[in-house]
């Protein structure tokens, strides 16, 4: 069963920063695409980085390319997402993903994958 556990949500300033964590297993982390998502209130849950060992580099959403870096320690079982120069519109419940190491597949939602509860994040002055 694979388990994941978010963090680091909050409330922050427009133009703040935020550092999510996803922790699980190094195994999970090792053997699975882990990937960042957010779902606003009325929205579509979207993709916004993913990371896997199949690939060098990873996959990023248009929208946060420039602002969110994601990384990740084996080691610790750990997947980060670095979020800065934050704006309200980012202001959404944020869940990480393990699936497929296809990230591109992942990130876009065209694969099953294990969830984790998630964490809020607001942006508001």
């Known amino acids: 069963q694979v388990q994941l556990v978010e963090s680091g949500g909050g409330l922050v300033h427009p133009g703040g920063s935020l550092n999510l964590s996803c922790k699980t297993s190094?195994?999970?982390?090792?053997?699975?695409?882990i990937g960042w998502f957010r779902q606003a209130p009325g929205k579509e849950r979207e993709g916004l980085a993913c990371?896997?060992?199949?690939?060098?580099?990873?996959w990023y959403a248009d929208s946060v390319k420039d602002r969110f870096t994601i990384s990740r320690d084996i080691a610790k079982g750990t997947v980060f997402l670095q979020m800065d120069s934050l704006r309200p519109e980012d202001t959404a419940s944020y869940y990480c993903a393990a699936g497929s190491q296809d990230v591109g597949r992942l990130c876009t939602l065209r694969t099953n994958a294990y969830w984790g509860q998630g964490t809020q994040v607001t942006v508001s002055s």
């Open positions: 190094a195994l999970t982390v090792l053997n699975f695409g």
């Open positions: 990371i896997s060992s199949m690939l060098p580099y990873p």
